[in-house]
C-alpha cells in the first residue's frame, strides 16, 4: 500500500486526540485483532486481489468513477479512526467491496452509511455474512481458522447487541416532545452489555440518533462504567439535543474520566453513588471543569461551588441599548446562517472599503499545514510573528470580492449562536456599532470544534443600497476574527437585582402574552435569565426552534 | 528551498498566494502597524502589568472600558476599575490591527484586537481577549487615545 508513511502520522495523530481506549471487556477478541495487525505487516506484499480471509463493506451508490485511494482516506477521516487498513477491493455490479482488517473498525464504517461522497449518498453495509463464511471455510490455514472463529463470534455478538439495544429502545421510548429521557439503566446485568466497550456506545449512540430525536436526557445508571472514554466520539453522532446525562450507581473513580465529557453541550450531570463523588472538593471540580453545567447530582450549581475569585464577577451579553443589542442579534443571527451555509449571499454585507483580517492559534497536537488548519495558518495575520508590510497587507483583505474569495476557501462550519456571548455596544463619538462575540463552530467535515472571537463594526444600511435591497440592515466595515483552539467559555453571573413581586408579576404578564407561554413556565423563563427579557426572549425562540416546548406549556 | 521548509516561517514560501498589493493600501499599513506594535508590546499590556496608575492616561473622559461586560465610562471609572483588579501578568499570543473608516483615510484610527493569556493576582489564570479602538488626540493627530476597550476571558 502506498500510504503507508502516511498512516503512520494519522496514527499518532489520532492516539493523542483519542484519549485512550476503554478498559476491559473485549479483550479476547481485541488481542486476536492486535496480533493479525502484526502479522499482516510481514504480509504486506500481497496483491490488492481480493483476499476472502477479511469482513468486507459494501459501498454502494457511488458515483462512476472513483478513486479507491481517496475514498479509503476519506473513511478513515470521516469515521475519526486513522488507522483502519483496508485489505484489498472488488468492484463489481457497480459495488465497491473493501476488505477491514480488523472487524472493530466495520461498526464505524457502517455507521457512515448515507455520508456524502463526490456529490452523491453512498451507502455502505457488511457483505453478506454467509457467504463470506463459506469463503472461509475453504481456507486451510490455520491462522485463517483462528481468524473465522475470533472474528465470527464477535461478529456475530455484534449484531446481537445491536439488535438487543435497537429492541430496547423500541419497547422503552417513544420519540415524541413528552418523552424527554431515554433510559439505558441496568442492562449490564439485564442484558449482558459490556458498557466499557467504546463498540457499545457507538451502537447506542447511532440507535439514539436514529431513533431518539426529542430526547435529551440519557441514563446510564448501574452499568457497571468505570470510563468515559467513548463519550469523546459523541461528537460525530449530531447528538447536541443530548445535554443531560445520569451516570448513577456505576464505578467511575478518576476524576480526569469528566474530560472525556468535554466537547459535549451539558446541562445536568449525575454521578450520584460513584467512587469519584468521595473525592475531596468534587462540586467544585466538575464545576471547573463545566462551566456551562447547570445541575449536578440533581442540586442546582451555586456560588459556593466554586473557588473564591480575585477579580470582579464575569457579567453576561453587554449593550449599552436594548434596540441596538436586538439589531446586533438580528445581524449577527442572518450573518451566520449565511456563513454556515452557501456563503453567497454574504458579499452584499460588505462594502469596496470593508476589510477583514484572522488571527488563529493552533491546538498544540494540530498539524500546521493539514485540513482546514492551512487556510487558518496561511492567513493568520498575527502582528506578533515577524512578518512584512506586503504580507501585513495581502493578509487584510480589503472590499467584498477579496473577502468573499477569502470566505471560499474558508472550512465549513456551523457555529452555535445561543452559546457565546455577544456585546454590542457604539464606538464614542461615531455611529458605528461595535458587536463583539465569542463562542464556538464545529466544522462538520472533520468534525472539529474550535472557538472564536469575532468582531464586528457595522454601520446602517444605506437606503437602496446593494446591501439593503439583498436584505442586510447593517453594511460590515471592519471584521476581525481569531480562530482558537475549542474551550468552554466561563460561568458568567447575571446581576442580581431581582425586580419587586409586583414587577415580576407586570413582567410575567408581558412575556407570557408575547410568548404564549402559561405564566408560570413564562416565569421559570424569565427566572433563568435573571429577569432579563431580551435574555429570556433568546431561551425562549432557541427552544421554540428546537421544538423543546411541550404544548401543555403554551397557553391553548 | 528545503531550507526554508525548515525554517518555520511560511511567510515566504506563500507570499503571492493572494495576489496582487494595492500599494495605497501598502502605505496605511505601513502607518498604522507600528503605532499598533507599540501599543500593544509597549504600552497597554506592559503598563497594565507594571505601572498601572500610569494606564488611565491613556484614556480620555469620554472613553468607555468594558471588562466582562461592565462598563466603566470616564477617567475617573475606568481608573477605579484598574484599581480593582489585582496585580496581573499578560502574555500576548496574538494581535492584529486594521484602519478604521474616516475622514483622513492615510492616517486613519484603529481597531486592534488581541488576545492571549492573564494571570491575576497569585494563580487565577485565563485566556482573554481584547479589542481596542484608538482615535486621534483632536489636537494632535500623531497622539492617540483609547476611545474603547472590550475584554472578555475566555476560560
Excluded at chain 1, 502479522?39 to 496483491?47: F, G, K
Excluded at chain 1, 472590499?399 to 470566505?407: C, E, K, L, R, V
Excluded at chain 2, 489585582?86 to 474616516?102: L, N, R, W
Aim: glycine fraction near 6%; charged fraction near 25%; aromatic fraction near 10%.
Amino acid at each position: 500500500m502506498s500510504g503507508n508513511k502516511k498512516r503512520g502520522v494519522r496514527i499518532v495523530r489520532g492516539g493523542g486526540g483519542g484519549g485512550g481506549r476503554p478498559r476491559g471487556g473485549g479483550g479476547g477478541a481485541r488481542q486476536a485483532a492486535t496480533r493479525n495487525r502484526f502479522q499482516v505487516v510481514t504480509n504486506r506484499n500481497t496483491s490488492d486481489s481480493m483476499s476472502d480471509e477479511y469482513s468486507r463493506i459494501c459501498i454502494s451508490g457511488l458515483p462512476k468513477t472513483v478513486d479507491r485511494n481517496d475514498l479509503m482516506e476519506y473513511l478513515k477521516l470521516k469515521s475519526f479512526k486513522p488507522g483502519i487498513n483496508f485489505k484489498g477491493y472488488e468492484f463489481r455490479n457497480g459495488n465497491l467491496f473493501l476488505g477491514v482488517e480488523n472487524t472493530e473498525d466495520i461498526p464505524s464504517l457502517i455507521g457512515l452509511s448515507g455520508i456524502r461522497y463526490g456529490g452523491v449518498k453512498v451507502s455502505i453495509s457488511q457483505e453478506d455474512k454467509n457467504s463470506v463464511r463459506q469463503n472461509r471455510q475453504n481456507k486451510p490455514t490455520q491462522r485463517g481458522q483462528i481468524r473465522t472463529f475470533t472474528n465470527n463470534t464477535d461478529k456475530i455478538s455484534n449484531t446481537k447487541q445491536l439488535k438487543s439495544i435497537e429492541d430496547h429502545v423500541n419497547s422503552s421510548y417513544v420519540d415524541n416532545a413528552n418523552q424527554e429521557v431515554v433510559d439505558f439503566s441496568y442492562l449490564h446485568s439485564t442484558k449482558d452489555i459490556n458498557f466499557n466497550d467504546i463498540k457499545t456506545f457507538r451502537q447506542i449512540f447511532r440507535v439514539i440518533s436514529e431513533k431518539c430525536l426529542k430526547a435529551n436526557t440519557v441514563s446510564f445508571s448501574h452499568n457497571n462504567i468505570t470510563t468515559l472514554a467513548p463519550f469523546r466520539f459523541m461528537i460525530k453522532y449530531s447528538l447536541d439535543h443530548v445535554i443531560n446525562f445520569n451516570f448513577d450507581s456505576n464505578k467511575i473513580s478518576d476524576i480526569n474520566e469528566l474530560d472525556c465529557l468535554s466537547d459535549l453541550t451539558l446541562r445536568e450531570l449525575v454521578f450520584t453513588n460513584n467512587p469519584i463523588c468521595q473525592i475531596p472538593n468534587y462540586r467544585m471540580e466538575v464545576a471547573r471543569k463545566f462551566p456551562d453545567l447547570k445541575f449536578l447530582d440533581g442540586k442546582e450549581i451555586g456560588p459556593e461551588d466554586f473557588p473564591p475569585s480575585p477579580i470582579p464577577p464575569l457579567r453576561p451579553n453587554y449593550c449599552d441599548s436594548p434596540d441596538r443589542q436586538q439589531f446586533a442579534y438580528k445581524f449577527l443571527e442572518r450573518f451566520f446562517k449565511i456563513f454556515d451555509g452557501t456563503r453567497e449571499d454574504i458579499i452584499k454585507a460588505y462594502t469596496d472599503e470593508s476589510k477583514f483580517s484572522m488571527t488563529y492559534v493552533a491546538d498544540s497536537g494540530s498539524l500546521p499545514m493539514r485540513g482546514s488548519n492551512k487556510v487558518y495558518q496561511r492567513s493568520n495575520r498575527n502582528f506578533k510573528k515577524p512578518m512584512d508590510a506586503v504580507k501585513k497587507t495581502q493578509l487584510l483583505f480589503s472590499g467584498y470580492d477579496n473577502i468573499y474569495n477569502f470566505f471560499k476557501l474558508y472550512p465549513k462550519t456551523q457555529h452555535a449562536l445561543s452559546s457565546s456571548i455577544i456585546d454590542s455596544f457604539l464606538a464614542p463619538g461615531t455611529q458605528l456599532l461595535t458587536v463583539i462575540i465569542h463562542g464556538h463552530f464545529l466544522e462538520p467535515t472533520f468534525n472539529i470544534k474550535r472557538s472564536f472571537d469575532r468582531t464586528f463594526v457595522l454601520a446602517p444600511a444605506p437606503p437602496g443600497s446593494d446591501a439593503a435591497k439583498g436584505g442586510w440592515e447593517a453594511i460590515v466595515l471592519n471584521e476581525q476574527l481569531n480562530v482558537r483552539p475549542y474551550l468552554r467559555l466561563p460561568r458568567v453571573e447575571p446581576v442580581v437585582s431581582q425586580p419587586s413581586s409586583a414587577e415580576q408579576e407586570a413582567i410575567i404578564n408581558e412575556f407570557s402574552a408575547y410568548t404564549k407561554l402559561k405564566p408560570e413556565f413564562a416565569k421559570e423563563c424569565l427566572n433563568m435569565s435573571g429577569w432579563d427579557k431580551n435574555k429570556a426572549l433568546e431561551t425562549f425562540s432557541n427552544l421554540k426552534a428546537n421544538n423543546q416546548i411541550p404544548q401543555d406549556y403554551l397557553i391553548q | 528551498m528545503s531550507f526554508k521548509k525548515f525554517n518555520n516561517n511560511p511567510s515566504n514560501n506563500d507570499i503571492s498566494s493572494y495576489g496582487n498589493v494595492d500599494e495605497n493600501l501598502k502605505k496605511i499599513v505601513e502607518t498604522i502597524s507600528p503605532r499598533a506594535e507599540a501599543f500593544v508590546k509597549e504600552y497597554f499590556y506592559n503598563m497594565f502589568d507594571n505601572n498601572r496608575g500610569e494606564l488611565v492616561q491613556l484614556y480620555k473622559d469620554d472613553s468607555v472600558s468594558i471588562w466582562n461586560g461592565t462598563e466603566c465610562k470616564g477617567k475617573e471609572h475606568i481608573g477605579k476599575l484598574l484599581a480593582e483588579i489585582p496585580k496581573s501578568k499578560h502574555i500576548v499570543e496574538t494581535f492584529d490591527c486594521q484602519p478604521m473608516p474616516g475622514e483622513d483615510k492615510e492616517n486613519p484610527n484603529l481597531l486592534i484586537n488581541a488576545s492571549g493569556k492573564v494571570t491575576y493576582g497569585e494563580s487565577s489564570t485565563h485566556e482573554f481577549h481584547q479589542t481596542f479602538y484608538l482615535a486621534k488626540d483632536p489636537t494632535n493627530p500623531n497622539i492617540f487615545f483609547i476611545s474603547f476597550d472590550c475584554i472578555r476571558l475566555n476560560s
